[in-house]
């Protein structure tokens, strides 16, 4: 039945229909004839050869046509495939080509009449065949541009080269009778692609028919009250407007039809979307996606039933839409109708889902690294006592000497005991459970005062925590805060001679300041650049700090961190 839509005189069918299969020949056929424009005028260029050979004195003549012409006006076109204006001019332009190709072999053939009249004979032959064939122009092109060169070779025979009538009737004759079998070529070619495009439009309406019959609950619906709409229009529209769904009709952009739902992902009252376009609700980066969607439906082509896209909404906002599209006849015209779901919420879901997992990852990735530096602390402190006493045991059996022995068995006890207490601070650090920053001002005091009253040393200790808005302290920093303020008061006993120490600790939302003061001697530079000062600016470092050392009225260690730990 569709057979009809093509007219047979002038091979085409409808405008809208003529639109769509010229635009599917075109890209079907494109490649293809780019590569029959390069092998044409590759064996064009290549019959230079045969100029040279069998008509020598007029070789420059017929390497003019064939170079400076001929040649130039195929690489013209080859590159205008190429352009996005091609599609608008591919008849003309390859029209114009075959006709300066049989114009140049006319040229050639008026050349050599003389010497050699049936050299370029077969080669209007092979023109006539490019373009009833190989150049996929349509009927009218072909035939049009075939005998306009055979008009030309009838003016070069009579005018110019005076060809004998013999030889002028004979060549006509197969001139002719090669047109006349193109044309019958070509006309069967260009009739039996359009009837295979209707008939492939055909199977892809039955296609679109079968998937239409397995939409949704609510296109079906929907469906269902546009097929009755000539019977109730009442029934579509309290359907459209108590559904959660926001339905579109547009024709060429314009809004038909918007229901409440549309008012409300939108933002627009139903007066404003009446005065606008289609397009302008739809994001700039999902225009084209969405035309070619409504192309791809039109011509027939396989396209998703559903997709999502942005919506612009009124105060500029951009939200996600999943939609269903199809096609209706609306007051008596096809119209597109579109089904719309707001689905922002969910992206929003999973976007904040994937920022979880990422956060995860990094705190984990955080704890591994605390874990591994905390392993190192442990191994650098006990390892070190462990090695100490492992020397000092070997040193004592090897010795004769009962007073050296009773000595390296006491700094065996020492180190003994200096590694029990630093497995003691690393456990308290390892108990999370309970540790804030006032039970870490707690076991500080005890430290200074379990390290310096043995001494004689007077300890007093000042604090001022405000924890009510700040993160607890971590495993890390209590390690490192232990060592620093067990480092430093040991080097006040060892080398300070000092008679008190007053250490002051404050927690405040800016960070942790602690500050140690002794009356002693001080240490000058040598002290300043001890082993153990090195360690301690180390430890501050890793912690994201500063610490610095002062030698005034005894000697004054100020450590600072950041909250950020």
Known sequence: MEEVLIDKYRLQFPADIEQVYQEESFHKDLKQLRINLAVTGLVYAFFAILDAWVTPEVKYQAWFIRFAIVIPTVLFVLALSYSRHFRTYQQISVSFLVLVGGGGIVALIALTSKTAPYFHFAGLLLVFMCAYTSFKLRFLYATVVSWSIIGLYELSALVMSHMPLRV???????????????????YQRELYTRKEFLQTRRMQKMEQQKHAMEKGQLNEAVDKAVQSLKESEGIFRTLADTTTAS????????FLYANHAVQTITGFTHDELR?????????PEY????????????????APVAYEFKVLTKNGEERWATTTTGFIDYAGSPAVIATLFDITDRKQAEEDKVKLYEERIREEQRHLAEKERMLMELHDGVGGITTNISILSEMAQQSNDLASVKS??????RLSRDGVSEIRSFMRSLDTGELNWRTLAAEIRNQGTSLLEPHNIVFTFETSIDDQNITQPGSLLCVCLFKIFKETITNVIKHAKATSVSAKLRIATSGLQLSIQDNGIGCGQAGGSGRGLANMRKRAVELGGTMTVSFDSGARVDLEIPHTI
């Open 287 to 302: 225009r084209e996606l969405v035309r070619e969607r409504g192309r791809a439906r039109i011509s027939g082509r396989t």
């Open 168 to 186: 002028f009737l004979t060549d006509n004759f197969f001139y002719i009778s090669a047109n006349l079998l193109g044309m019958f070529a070509n």
């Open 408 to 413: 390296t068995l006491a700094t065996i006890s």
């Open 247 to 254: 339905i579109i009709i547009h024709r060429g952009g314009r």
């Open 275 to 283: 005065n606008m376009d289609f397009w302008e609700i739809v994001h």
